[in-house]
Structures are given as structure tokens and as C-alpha cells.
């Protein structure tokens, strides 16, 4: 038997990828399909799901009530995004024109806060953006600075400071690789040609470096689309993306159905931004 | 005399001198855009260390407020010693954390092995799969294997083991959950190393007449260790930090760190929390110099291997 795996390397193929495979179909695939299914069924009087055909949930998901939480989370996660990008591209810029031992240095600091756990991150901006008993506020108020507390927590701006803070070495490693990666002659080329230095950047630096921008722009839209922990701690207990929407539904208000249908929905959107970069960066390639 | 004001004489312009490309102008406005570059770095890495720096210092304030310093006391960590509860969380997050890297590290090496050493037909398909568990964002995942372990009847509740009289709580749902995200990052990082390896000493080691077994185990695997170390490290790291996927798919009572550490902070806020996190980061930080030195040491041909 083993000589006839010997001569079928296919078959070896397949023996290495067959736990995994296994293992993925039932419990990631098949999940996958029994939510997509869920979001189909009706809720049941207990709070149990019936099977039906019911595209009634979707129906839901486009209900103003909940559709404007679906885009107030995208406006978040393009917000975050946005900013990501302000803050991280010249940081990255900084960081790649160092010296390479200096790089090392900073990444590794980059990379410190970035490893510490995201529910920690999350609690330290907590404890300093609270209205009335938040680090911040309390300071500037015993300083002097200012009379009423300033709007800090439970708001938009407190979820995307604190994704912001979450992602962007997110941002940063992926345009920092873009920029070293760089071809330094082609810089020196451009000046010989007498381009200024805005027109460097312009003509040579921003093309070449807009793949790097773009991965990291992914990587920061996606998990902060799919973002709980953030609007949970830092929106001040008001439901205000979708993450906790889905959490609601399965946890407290038992319409397991519906948020099968926001986590279909929130799914969808995620694959479709990734099929999408994929091919655009097959055919660049190409 | 007279009083014509004539231009002064001037050199000619730099510009038409060979050579000189750049009129003062531009040199300062590079050297401005330079200081304001490192300024913006500086704020940056300011505005990265801040809040944890404050939550450490917090972490050792007197007064259970964590709007003022009031004095320094370590008494936070002395009331942590006494939570049971946050005691049994760590125990909790260590097992599930050990058991589930041991699993995922060999299911996502062996994957590896055969995305990028085999041709198969539904290799395409095999990437997706692979892919997808990263991509996903945790809350989807989360619901996904919640519904299911509860439509299969899989359930949640941990099981009892009996060991030499120790009881212990194998919460076989948050495992499976875990295996399941870091089956994908293993097979990536294993993956990325072995695309990188060279090859000819495997062929070197075949003519001079090693079976294909002994091919792997004494030249492959050695060169594939220091990304299967840096696999079960990352896996590692992903099981102690995850919160969102083990939130729900844990059953009733059963803590891991973080879990716990959410409950309390939806509590209310304390020093405590802030102990608890201070140690979290520190164990993190030392995970990841560990992870380091195993990389270096690991990082060696299978040459020296052997001696």
C-alpha cells in the first residue's frame, strides 16, 4: 500500500491536506451553510428557529431601524479607514527612510502595542475617554481647561479612536513594505529630470506605493466593519454597529433568524471586497 | 556721481551651473518636510504607548479611581491572588490555549506540506477554505460555530475529567472553535517557509540515496522548524487573546482571562482590571521575545543540526 502511495503523489496530496480539509468542512463550512440557512428561517414562538423559506429577514436588514446601523458601520469602518491611512503612511514613510537597523527598532515598537490583547487596548482608552470619571476629562476639568466635560465616550468618535488605535499597524506594515520595496534610482531618475519633490511623490512614490495602501486599507475596512468589542466597550452600551446588532439577536433578543441574516449580509460584503482585490491584484500581476 | 540704482551684479543663476540641480528652496522645504515627518512619528509611537503606559501606572494606584493617582500600592495584585475566579480563568486560558496550538500545529503544518509540495485536483478550492477562517471577521465565526454546536447537539458544556483526583474542565466546544481560526495561520506561516526553503539540500540528501522518509525527517522538517515554531507561537498567542469566538461559544460558567476580563470591565471599572492586564501584557511580551529566541536558535541549517 505504501508503495502504491509512493507512485500516486496526488494521493499523498490529498493524505497532508485531509485532517484540515476535514476538519474545516465540518466546522467551518458546514457552520457557514447552517447560518446562511438560519437566515432564511423563521424565528419560532420560544425564541427557537422553524425552517421556512422566508426571505422576510432580509427584508429586515433593509428596515431603516436597522439599515442605518449597517451604514453607520460602514461609515465607521471607512472612517477609520481614512484616518488609518492619514495617520500610517507617513509614519510608514518615516519608518522605512531610516537606517535598516533603526527600522528594526521600529517596527518592533510598532508591533508591541499591536500584540497586546485587543480587549486590554480597548479597556485602557475606556478608562480615559468616560465623560465623568474618564482620565481625560477629569484632568482637564481639575486643570481648569474647561467647565463641562467634553463628549468623548459613548459617540462615533470614541469607536473610531479606538479602531483606529486597533489597526493601524494594519495600515503601517503593509504600506511600510510598499515603500522600502521602492526602487531608489527611480527617485535619483526623477529629480535628474528636474521633477520636484511634490512631483516625486506625485509620478513615482504614490503608484508605486498604492498597492501597499490598498492591502492595508483591507485590512483595516474588514475588521473594523466586523467590530464588537470596540462599539461594546467604547459605545456606551448603545448598539451602534452591527456587530453588536448580531449580538443582540442571538443573545438577547433570541431572533437567531435575523441575525443570521445581518451575519449573511455583513459575510457578503467582506468576500466581496476580497474576490475584488484579489482579481485586481491577479491581473496586475498578469 | 550717479545715482542710477543699478541691479546689483549678480552671479548667474545656480540652476544653469551644471551639476546644481536644486535651488535653495527645495532643500529647505525637503529639510522642513523631514522634521515634520519625525515629528508626526514621534506623535505617533506617542499616541501607541500612552494609554498603556497610563494603564500600568493605573494598575498601581491606591485609590480604587482610576481618574486620579492618588498614591502607590501594589494592593491590586495582592486582591487579584485572592479572585479565585480570575485564577481558574488563567488555568482556562493556558489549557485551551495549549491544546488547541498542539492540534492546530499539526493539522496546519501537514496542510501546508501539501499546498505547496503537491498538485492536486481541488487545491484551489483547499486555498479558499484555508483563507477563508482569516478573513472572516470574528463575530460571523462566533455565530457560525455557536449555531452549530447547538443545531448538532455538540453542545457547550465542558467535560469533567477525573485525572488523580484533579478535576478538570475540557471545554471541548471552545477548542474546536480555536483549532478552527488557527488551523489557517499555521498553514500560512508553515506554508511561507517552506516556499522559501531551498531545495537542493532535500535533492542533495535523495542522491546520496536517503528513502523519502528520512529525506523529511532529517533535511525538511529541521529547515520547516523555525516556521512551525513561529506557527504554534502565533496560534498560541491567538487562542490566549481571542474574546469574541470564545464569548460564545463557551458554555455557561465556564471563564476563560479575557471572558472574565470583559465581565468585570462590564461591571465596573477598578485597578484591578488594570493588574489583570498589566501581567497580560508583560506574559505577552515575554511570549513573544520566547518566540524570538526559539526562531533564532532554530534558524540554523540542518547542517549544524546534526552536529
Same mark, same amino acid.
Given at each position: 500500500?505504501?508503495?502504491?502511495?509512493?507512485?500516486?503523489?496526488?494521493?499523498?496530496?490529498?493524505? $497532508?491536506?485531509?485532517?484540515?480539509?476535514?476538519?474545516?468542512?465540518?466546522? $467551518?463550512?458546514?457552520?457557514?451553510?447552517?447560518?446562511?440557512g438560519y437566515s432564511f428561517a423563521e424565528r419560532g414562538t420560544y425564541g427557537?428557529?422553524?425552517?421556512?423559506?422566508?426571505?422576510?429577514?432580509?427584508?429586515?436588514?433593509?428596515?431603516?431601524?436597522?439599515?442605518?446601523?449597517?451604514? @453607520?458601520?460602514?461609515?465607521?469602518?471607512?472612517?477609520?479607514?481614512?484616518?488609518?491611512?492619514?495617520?500610517?503612511?507617513?509614519?510608514?514613510? $518615516?519608518?522605512?527612510?531610516?537606517?535598516?537597523?533603526?527600522?528594526?527598532?521600529?517596527?518592533?515598537?510598532?508591533?508591541?502595542?499591536?500584540?497586546?490583547?485587543?480587549?486590554?487596548? %480597548?479597556?485602557?482608552?475606556? %478608562?480615559?475617554?468616560? %465623560?465623568?470619571?474618564?482620565?481625560?476629562?477629569?484632568?482637564l476639568l481639575n486643570l481648569g481647561l474647561i467647565s463641562e466635560p467634553l463628549?468623548?465616550?459613548?459617540?462615533?468618535?470614541?469607536?473610531?479612536?479606538?479602531?483606529?488605535?486597533?489597526?493601524?499597524?494594519?495600515?503601517?506594515?503593509?504600506?511600510?513594505?510598499?515603500?522600502?520595496?521602492?526602487? @531608489?534610482?527611480?527617485?535619483?531618475?526623477?529629480?535628474?529630470?528636474?521633477?520636484?519633490?511634490?512631483?516625486?511623490?506625485?509620478?513615482?512614490?504614490?503608484?508605486?506605493?498604492?498597492?501597499?495602501?490598498?492591502?492595508?486599507?483591507?485590512?483595516?475596512?474588514i475588521p473594523s466593519l466586523g467590530a464588537f468589542i470596540t462599539p461594546a466597550?467604547?459605545?456606551?452600551?448603545?448598539?451602534?454597529?452591527?456587530?453588536?446588532?448580531?449580538?443582540?439577536?442571538?443573545?438577547?433578543?433570541?431572533?437567531?433568524? $435575523?441575525?443570521?441574516?445581518?451575519?449573511?449580509?455583513?459575510?457578503?460584503?467582506?468576500?466581496?471586497?476580497?474576490?475584488?482585490?484579489?482579481?485586481?491584484?491577479?491581473?496586475?500581476?498578469? | 556721481?550717479?545715482?542710477?540704482?543699478?541691479?546689483?551684479?549678480?552671479?548667474?543663476?545656480?540652476?544653469?551651473?551644471?551639476?546644481?540641480?536644486?535651488?535653495?528652496?527645495?532643500?529647505?522645504?525637503?529639510?522642513?518636510?523631514?522634521?515634520?515627518? =519625525?515629528?508626526?512619528?514621534?506623535?505617533?509611537?506617542?499616541?501607541? !504607548?500612552?494609554?498603556?503606559?497610563?494603564?500600568?501606572?493605573?494598575?498601581?494606584? #491606591?485609590? #480604587?479611581?482610576?481618574?486620579?493617582?492618588?498614591?502607590?500600592?501594589?494592593?491590586?495584585?495582592?486582591?487579584?491572588?485572592?479572585?479565585?475566579?480570575?485564577?481558574?480563568?488563567?488555568?482556562?486560558?493556558?489549557?485551551?490555549?495549549?491544546?488547541?496550538?498542539?492540534?492546530?500545529?499539526?493539522?496546519?503544518?501537514?496542510?501546508?506540506?501539501?499546498?505547496?509540495?503537491?498538485?492536486?485536483?481541488?487545491?484551489?478550492?483547499?486555498?479558499?477554505?484555508?483563507?477563508?477562517?482569516?478573513?472572516?471577521?470574528?463575530?460571523?465565526?462566533?455565530?457560525?460555530?455557536?449555531?452549530?454546536?447547538?443545531?448538532?447537539?455538540?453542545?457547550?458544556?465542558?467535560?469533567?475529567?477525573?485525572?488523580?483526583?484533579?478535576?478538570?474542565?475540557?471545554?471541548?466546544?471552545?477548542?474546536?472553535?480555536?483549532?478552527?481560526?488557527?488551523?489557517?495561520?499555521?498553514?500560512?506561516?508553515?506554508?511561507?517557509?517552506?516556499?522559501?526553503?531551498?531545495?537542493?539540500?532535500?535533492?542533495?540528501?535523495?542522491?546520496? !540515496?536517503?528513502?523519502?522518509?528520512?529525506?523529511?525527517?532529517?533535511?525538511?522538517?529541521?529547515?520547516?522548524?523555525?516556521?512551525?515554531?513561529?506557527?504554534?507561537?502565533?496560534?498560541?498567542?491567538?487562542?490566549?487573546?481571542?474574546?469574541?469566538?470564545?464569548?460564545?461559544?463557551?458554555?455557561?460558567?465556564?471563564?476563560?482571562?479575557?471572558?472574565?476580563?470583559?465581565?468585570?470591565? #462590564?461591571?465596573?471599572?477598578?485597578?484591578?482590571?488594570?493588574?489583570?492586564?498589566?501581567? =497580560?501584557?508583560?506574559?505577552?511580551?515575554?511570549?513573544?521575545?520566547?518566540?524570538?529566541?526559539?526562531? #533564532?536558535?532554530?534558524?540554523?541549517?540542518?547542517?549544524?543540526?546534526?552536529?
Amino acid at each position: 500500500m505504501i508503495t502504491a502511495l509512493r507512485k500516486r503523489p496526488e494521493l499523498q496530496g490529498w493524505l $497532508f491536506a485531509f485532517p484540515a480539509a476535514a476538519f474545516l468542512l465540518v466546522f $467551518f463550512l458546514v457552520p457557514f451553510f447552517i447560518v446562511v440557512g438560519y437566515s432564511f428561517a423563521e424565528r419560532g414562538t420560544y425564541g427557537g428557529v422553524v425552517w421556512s423559506f422566508n426571505p422576510g429577514n432580509y427584508a429586515r436588514v433593509f428596515d431603516p431601524l436597522y439599515f442605518n446601523t449597517f451604514l @453607520r458601520s460602514v461609515y465607521i469602518a471607512g472612517a477609520t479607514t481614512v484616518i488609518c491611512f492619514l495617520l500610517g503612511y507617513p509614519l510608514a514613510y $518615516f519608518i522605512a527612510m531610516r537606517s535598516p537597523e533603526r527600522r528594526n527598532t521600529l517596527l518592533l515598537a510598532l508591533m508591541i502595542p499591536f500584540w497586546t490583547n485587543f480587549l486590554i487596548r %480597548t479597556y485602557a482608552w475606556l %478608562t480615559l475617554l468616560r %465623560t465623568n470619571t474618564g482620565l481625560i476629562n477629569v484632568t482637564l476639568l481639575n486643570l481648569g481647561l474647561i467647565s463641562e466635560p467634553l463628549p468623548l465616550f459613548g459617540n462615533d468618535f470614541a469607536i473610531i479612536l479606538g479602531l483606529v488605535y486597533g489597526w493601524l499597524p494594519d495600515m503601517v506594515l503593509p504600506c511600510f513594505a510598499a515603500i522600502t520595496r521602492l526602487d @531608489r534610482s527611480l527617485l535619483e531618475a526623477a529629480s535628474d529630470l528636474y521633477a520636484r519633490g511634490s512631483q516625486v511623490f506625485t509620478r513615482v512614490v504614490w503608484p508605486l506605493t498604492l498597492p501597499g495602501v490598498v492591502a492595508g486599507s483591507i485590512l483595516v475596512f474588514i475588521p473594523s466593519l466586523g467590530a464588537f468589542i470596540t462599539p461594546a466597550l467604547l459605545g456606551g452600551g448603545r448598539s451602534l454597529m452591527i456587530g453588536n446588532v448580531i449580538n443582540n439577536q442571538f443573545l438577547a433578543a433570541h431572533d437567531w433568524p $435575523f441575525g443570521a441574516a445581518l451575519s449573511t449580509g455583513m459575510i457578503s460584503i467582506m468576500l466581496v471586497i476580497t474576490l475584488i482585490y484579489f482579481r485586481t491584484v491577479r491581473e496586475e500581476a498578469s | 556721481m550717479a545715482t542710477v540704482t543699478s541691479p546689483p551684479t549678480t552671479a548667474p543663476p545656480e540652476t544653469l551651473r551644471e551639476g546644481v540641480t536644486f535651488p535653495q528652496w527645495d532643500k529647505i522645504k525637503a529639510r522642513i518636510g523631514d522634521y515634520l515627518l =519625525m515629528l508626526h512619528g514621534l506623535l505617533m509611537y506617542g499616541f501607541l !504607548y500612552l494609554p498603556i503606559v497610563i494603564l500600568v501606572v493605573f494598575s498601581f494606584n #491606591k485609590s #480604587k479611581f482610576l481618574s486620579e493617582f492618588t498614591g502607590f500600592s501594589i494592593s491590586w495584585y495582592g486582591e487579584l491572588l485572592r479572585d479565585q475566579q480570575t485564577i481558574i480563568a488563567v488555568w482556562n486560558s493556558l489549557f485551551v490555549a495549549l491544546v488547541s496550538t498542539i492540534i492546530s500545529t499539526v493539522i496546519g503544518t501537514l496542510a501546508a506540506i501539501a499546498m505547496e509540495r503537491y498538485t492536486f485536483r481541488g487545491k484551489l478550492a483547499m486555498d479558499a477554505l484555508l483563507y477563508l477562517p482569516v478573513i472572516i471577521p470574528d463575530i460571523a465565526m462566533a455565530i457560525m460555530l455557536l449555531v452549530f454546536f447547538n443545531l448538532s447537539g455538540i453542545g457547550f458544556t465542558p467535560w469533567e475529567l477525573r485525572i488523580a483526583g484533579l478535576r478538570l474542565a475540557v471545554p471541548y466546544s471552545v477548542i474546536i472553535a480555536h483549532v478552527s481560526f488557527n488551523i489557517s495561520f499555521v498553514a500560512i506561516i508553515v506554508r511561507a517557509r517552506l516556499a522559501g526553503m531551498d531545495r537542493t539540500l532535500e535533492e542533495a540528501a535523495q542522491d546520496l !540515496y536517503a528513502n523519502p522518509w528520512r529525506t523529511f525527517y532529517r533535511v525538511t522538517l529541521p529547515m520547516m522548524m523555525p516556521g512551525i515554531i513561529a506557527g504554534a507561537f502565533l496560534a498560541f498567542t491567538l487562542s490566549l487573546d481571542d474574546f469574541v469566538i470564545t464569548f460564545f461559544t463557551s458554555g455557561a460558567g465556564f471563564n476563560t482571562l479575557t471572558v472574565r476580563v470583559f465581565g468585570l470591565v #462590564k461591571k465596573g471599572v477598578t485597578p484591578k482590571i488594570n493588574a489583570i492586564s498589566t501581567i =497580560m501584557l508583560f506574559a505577552t511580551l515575554g511570549l513573544v521575545a520566547l518566540s524570538r529566541l526559539f526562531q #533564532k536558535g532554530g534558524d540554523r541549517s540542518p547542517v549544524e543540526l546534526e552536529i
